[in-house]
């Protein structure tokens, strides 16, 4: 079984992050979003509701036209950039036109623009297109509006494109037959009605609208190969599919599909009156970059500074209370050897002692002994004394009365 650590997968890993911060880069606001809310489509800046699609198209533009990717409010105006919009969100139409020479257009109102028929009015006339969530609504041919794209671009110039689209191969169109048609309301449900090239009439129900009625009805699912192909031969030339995100604005793409591609048309360059307010403002971009990287080096030398000196800290700690540790082992054994010894010293001295008192005993048994014999011996004398004791003081009373009885006769 392989071990869980050799392969995290990058959904997780991402999700793991939890929060964190981005900067908008179309009205500046500092944000905070959760990377598994990071859904394309969801309203992810709190003070402009702008989505990770249409960051990323901003900062996208940016890039494509300047080669790093600033935002809007960094950018300076550059009013000699003509740029066109297909049914872009009123927010992002508004912060582009005030930076650019751009043109939101529409399809069922003013100003109106139908891919599928331009005026000749447009023709070579942008240094950039951006088509967001068009194509997949767009009535076929296709070929034909993806030509008009193409057309619509001066010769250096580029698309910014993005559509829903799934890996694979193919396109997927909902309603292959579609000719002479419109949507009906019948009860409470919208159905289209579509009358074929042979005249056979249609009824569709279940339709996917994106976010309204009219003309957002999804027509068709690309493929990510479908879209390539379509593109290359419309016209472009290097095309590259968007994958790697600006996470510093908070485009970071959890999916591998419906990612913005840019295909370009020659080679863009800015205007030449354009270029030196430009490379002013870049390098001012590059100083703050630079004042901000020695800030984070200090930072960074400082915390590692401190992450030194606590590691010796500790070390230092670890290795008196090893010494210390050490020592009073040493001190213990000592002990447990001089109590051993004292042990020992005590075991003799009691023996010696036990010896004395057991010869002591001995002696004094002895002595008692030697001392009963003495009495008895005492007695016996006593008693055998008492027998001429007592005949002596016999003959001394006889011895008194007849010395008595002499004196009276005197
Ligand atoms: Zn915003």
Known sequence: MASPIEHVPEEESLSSESDHSFSCNLCGAICAVTERDADRERSSCNECSSTMRQRGL???????LLGVALSLSELPGLKDVCGLGLSDPEGLAEKLAAKFDYTNTYYHREPALDIQNPGAEHKGRYDFIICSEVMEHVPGPLEAAFSNLYTLLKPDAFLLLTVPYRL???IDEHFPDLNEYSLAEVGDETVLLNRTRQGELQVHRDLCFHGGGG?????????ESALLAMLEDAGFEDIEVCTAGFSEFGVRFAEQWSLPIVARKGKFRL?????????????????????????RETTLERE??????????????HESSQADLERQLE????????????????????KELD????????????????NAQAWEKVAQLERELS???????RVLRRMGRRAARLFHRN
């Open 58 to 64: 901003a900062a996208l533009l940016s890039q494509e």
């Open 271 to 295: 205007p030449a009156n354009e270029t030196l307010p430009i490379l002013q403002k870049l390098a001012q971009k590059v100083r703050n970059l630079e004042s901000e990287l020695v800030e």
């Open 304 to 317: 590692l500074q401190s992450t030194r000196t606590n590691y010796e800290k500790f070390v230092e700690f």
């Open 168 to 170: 694979g191969d193919g």
């Open 387 to 393: 027998r001429p004791v007592l005949k002596i003081t």
């Open 355 to 370: 010896k004395k008192k057991n010869a002591a005993l001995a002696d004094m048994h002895q002595a008692l002994t030697s």
């Open 215 to 223: 003309s957002t009805l999804e027509l068709r699912l690309f493929s």
């Open 331 to 350: 001190e213990r054994e000592r002990w447990v050897r001089k109590v051993e010894e004292d042990f020992e010293m005590r075991s003799l001295e009691l």
